[in-house]
């Protein structure tokens, strides 16, 4: 049962647009979120995070909406460039005091153009 | 400072055959992890250990073993490889156990297994 989905394999974006990645989450009691970014051959990387008493986190280019109604979460990227070009990982996680097992969702694409 | 470094970064085993895989951090991080990745799926969290001396199954630990003996490295080992083995491994370290600590990601070893 997977409980993190990116139902987009890949996106293409133009280089200068907005970028929209989705996440769906089924868990309820996951209380955390995060963005992985991850390019090939190399170990994904932190970019974003979003509490669950948060519907908006900013960093930079990048802002993460979280709608906790709908168990869904995007992650924007405004202006998309071509160093953005990666696979994006979504990934939850609940705060119980210990290890802070993450689920990861399968990734989306993102193919940013000149 | 390398961060999360793994070895091997590639390895084919045959059916049967035993190997171990090797996670050093030098961020006196306290957590640590270990995630298979395959295609089409996120990534998936085999074992974990919240310090030294200590160990924890995650989502997939059938089939693998680990141990940490010091605090910096963390052996994932494989007692007798499969073909439904055949993935690609990543490590993960982090400070502390809340949520909000992002993890800290390997390279990646990528395992065939005939």
């Known amino acids: 049962d997977q409980q993190v989905k990116q139902n987009s394999p890949s996106l293409s974006v133009q280089e200068g647009r907005i970028s929209i990645l989705n996440c769906d989450y089924t868990n309820s009691m996951f209380d955390y979120f995060l963005w992985y970014k991850k390019y090939p051959a190399e170990g994904p990387t932190f970019l974003i995070s979003?509490?669950?008493?948060?519907d908006k986190n900013e960093d930079g280019r990048f802002t993460v909406f979280l709608n906790k109604s709908a168990k869904h979460l995007s992650l924007h990227i405004v202006p998309s460039q071509p160093g953005d070009s990666a696979v994006y990982f979504c990934a939850a996680t609940t705060n119980t005091g210990t290890a802070s097992k993450l689920t990861f969702g399968t990734g989306t694409r993102l193919q940013v153009t000149l | 400072n390398a961060g999360v470094t793994q070895t091997p970064k590639f390895r084919v085993l045959k059916t049967g055959q035993s190997m171990t895989l090797l996670c050093a951090q030098d961020m006196n991080h306290e957590y640590m992890y270990w995630y298979r990745q395959d295609p089409g799926m996120g990534l998936r969290l085999i074992h974990y250990s919240v310090g030294e001396g200590t160990t924890a199954k995650g989502e997939v630990p059938d089939g693998y073993n680990v141990s940490r003996l010091k605090k910096q490295n963390f052996l994932l080992g494989l007692e007798s490889a499969a073909p439904s083995q055949t993935s690609v491994y990543f490590c993960a370290s982090s400070q502390l156990a809340l949520s909000y600590n992002e993890q800290f990601f390997g390279p990646g070893t990528r395992l065939t297994v005939l």
């Open positions: 979003i509490s669950s008493i948060k």
